[in-house]
């Protein structure tokens, strides 16, 4: 893999987005975005269970059955997706990627810092906030 062009905090990136691109990207406006896919895709207790658990469920079974030594996401969002498959392949090496530097940076905290996080989702109809662990 080639070496990252920068790094913005601990989130490397491979391509140079402008001053410009960060100001346009909907995904870089932490609030509501970045709160909406932390909930649907961390806080599974929220929802009675994972919204895309039978998404998931589909690719488990259709994963091929020889030794996995690499897997990529494109588009990881928050990193549910790959972390699981982490989770489910130890011995591999679990990339993801994503445009958004604020999903990566939640993807960072939950996946690999284990940090637990608090949601305040009484704005979007929520009676409590919501941790994630």
């Known amino acids: 893999m080639n070496q990252?062009?920068?790094y913005r905090k601990s989130i490397p990136f491979f391509h140079e987005k402008s001053e410009e691109e960060f100001r346009n990207d909907a995904y870089e406006q932490y609030d509501p975005m970045?709160?909406?896919q932390s909930a649907l895709h961390l806080i599974d207790d929220?929802?009675?269970g994972y919204p895309?658990?039978?998404i998931v469920d589909f690719g488990l079974?259709?994963?091929p059955d020889y030794p996995?030594?690499?897997i990529l996401e494109i588009g990881c969002?928050?990193?549910r997706w790959i972390g699981d498959l982490a989770e489910k392949f130890p011995n591999a090496n679990c990339w993801?990627?994503?445009y958004s530097y604020q999903l990566l940076k939640r993807a960072e905290e939950a996946w690999i810092k284990g940090a637990p996080m608090q949601l305040n989702l009484s704005k979007y109809g929520f009676s409590h906030s919501h941790q994630i662990q």
């Open 4 to 6: 990252p062009i920068l």
């Open 34 to 36: 970045v709160i909406r």
């Open 46 to 48: 929220l929802w009675g």
């Open 52 to 54: 895309m658990q039978p």
């Open 61 to 63: 079974v259709n994963w």
């Open 68 to 70: 996995i030594k690499d």
């Open 77 to 79: 969002g928050v990193g």
């Open 96 to 98: 993801g990627i994503d």
